[in-house]
């Protein structure tokens, strides 16, 4: 076999165990609704209307972990994720007075870690912050013994 082939199936397989090894986390959204309107007259004549409907956020803060959270996995098959996010952005309250609420979740469905923030992408932070602090660290190395027995 070439060598190169060689080294490449050898790199596909050292990345498959890295991406391994990192957590799955699914995320979620409640159904969060935003409603505007507005009424206004003149003279004789009036008019208004009211809108309001879904504003999932969910491909978006997928795209938000994968771009600021390279520690896991984003999966869509909650069954296979070692963490569950949930978003709930309110919205209809004023540009100033937005809110993203975050909450996660462990596998066993207890919560670690739940905010508030103005930003998505803070949620998200806030979320990877709380999903790496459960992960299992490394033993610290060992310092190593340099001095050789006397005899």
């Known amino acids: 076999m070439p060598r190169a082939t060689l080294a490449f199936i050898l790199l596909v397989f050292a990345l498959s165990l890295l991406a391994a090894e990192k957590p799955r986390v699914f995320i979620t959204d409640s159904t969060s609704w935003e409603m505007s309107g507005g009424f206004g007259a003149s003279g004789d004549t009036a008019a208004g209307a009211v809108r309001g409907g879904a504003r999932p956020q969910t491909a978006e803060i997928m795209k938000t972990f994968g771009e600021r959270c390279p520690e896991v996995i984003v999966t869509n098959k909650r069954e296979k994720a070692d963490y569950?996010?949930?978003?709930?952005?309110?919205?209809?309250?004023?540009?100033?007075?937005?809110?993203?609420?975050?909450?996660?979740?462990?596998?066993?469905?207890?919560?670690?870690?739940?905010?508030?923030?103005?930003?998505?992408?803070n949620a998200v932070k806030d979320a990877c912050n709380a999903i790496k602090k459960e992960l299992p660290t490394a033993p610290p190395a060992q310092p190593k013994d340099d001095k050789k027995p006397t005899s």
């Open 84 to 121: 569950v996010v949930l978003l709930d952005h309110e919205g209809g309250k004023g540009y100033a007075r937005k809110d993203n609420k975050v909450v996660v979740f462990n596998k066993d469905g207890d919560m670690l870690y739940s905010g508030s923030t103005r930003a998505h992408g």
